[in-house]
């Protein structure tokens, strides 16, 4: 065999080799089209922090969470978003998933501003707005504040609808519903508009013994990743606080990244702004104890319907690489 020919074999297993690293870098992200994760995803592509920790970031919009589950489950994808409830509902099930924090952030009561209701105590007989449905985790935690700060049974003293977030938006504002529930980034909608706050659940939570420390929301990835390539699993984690980082202390950042926020206001831009902030989990290992002692709070309200077979927190539910 001649030199030449060596050589170009060498060649040739370097450019597959490559390949094949490049393949294995990119790595797929399936996440609602409007959510506020493409905030910090964008933030990762426009700074160049997926490359920077060894993958290529390709985000795809997708309609409804129902279709990013389905993606991932199928191989479609390779991340998602969710929370890690429904994470260790999966993994009870036999399904090896892992979740890494991404938001803590909750949503919360929300009333107009002149309303006389100061406690949730004051919504009886009310109608109130829940974004979601019946096992709507915020819902379950303010039926147990209620119950244990006011020996009130939330469900059958008020009336409930159901709808989408957007929806419960518009039916608060019109003054359709008395209060609403909603998520924490139309919360801040809701009170640039003028309304106020009746209760966080973080607030809720904290009276149950619960830490509102724990980080509800987060990627989702796959076990089988996680064993064949921790590099790749690791360096999202990196991305995710390094993007996190940008926007917890460089007002530019979010003034480049207003358009994709569609803030009517000024005031809402703000609010938007701080709620994320807020919402962004410390940096660390999840404390376990903490996530058991709220599983064990959601498997007593919403049962099997809410969390299937776990009735305890299950082992390898979090990556706990201190990301």
């Known amino acids: ?23 294995d870098a990119v790595l797929r992200a399936s996440v609602l ?33 129902a279709a990013a589950q389905i993606a991932f489950q199928g191989g479609e994808t390779d991340v998602i978003v969710s929370d890690w409830l429904w994470v260790a509902r999966q993994r009870a099930a036999g ?3 892992v979740f890494i924090p991404y938001s803590k ?5 929300m009333v107009a501003e002149d309303s006389p209701a100061q406690t949730l105590a004051d919504l ?15 819902w379950l935690i303010l039926q147990a504040y209620a119950e244990k ?7 059958a003293e008020t009336e409930q609808v159901f709808g989408a977030p957007p929806l419960i938006f518009k039916s608060a504002l019109s003054g359709e519903v008395g209060a609403a529930i909603n998520f924490w980034h139309f919360m801040a909608k809701m009170e640039a508009a003028g309304m106020r706050t009746l209760i966080d659940v973080s607030d809720a939570a904290r009276d149950l013994g619960l830490d509102p420390e724990t980080p509800l929301l987060g990627y989702v990835i796959k076990g089988e990743m996680l064993r064949d390539r921790p590099a790749l699993v690791n360096g999202l984690a990196a991305a995710s606080r390094a993007a996190k980082e940008k926007l917890a202390g460089d007002d530019a ?3 480049r990244l207003r358009d994709r926020m569609n803030a009517k206001s000024d005031a809402e831009f703000e609010a938007l702004k701080a709620g994320f902030r807020a919402g962004i989990p410390t940096p660390g290992p999840v404390d376990e104890a ?16 809410l969390l299937g077979q776990a009735t305890e927190l299950p082992e390898g539910t979090f990556l706990q690489n201190g990301s």
Not at 36 to 59: M, R
Not at 149 to 155: K, P
């Open 105 to 109: 952030a909750v949503g919360g009561v």
């Open 149 to 155: 700060a006011h020996g009130m049974e939330l469900a």
């Open 95 to 97: 399904r090896d998933y």
């Open 33 to 65: 089209k409007f959510g506020t994760v493409n905030w910090e995803l964008d933030t990762i592509t426009h700074h160049g922090l997926d490359t920077a920790n060894g993958f290529d970031l390709q985000v795809q919009g997708v309609a409804g969470s």
């Open 124 to 138: 009886k007989g009310d109608k109130i707005g829940i974004a979601g449905g019946p096992l709507d985790k915020s």
């Open 253 to 255: 950042e979010w003034d």
């Open 290 to 305: 903490a996530a058991g002692r709220m599983l064990e709070l959601m498997v007593e309200l919403g049962g099997e319907d």
């Open 1 to 23: 065999m001649t030199i030449t020919r060596i050589l170009s074999g060498a060649a040739a297993a370097v450019i597959l080799t490559t390949a094949a690293w490049a393949e």
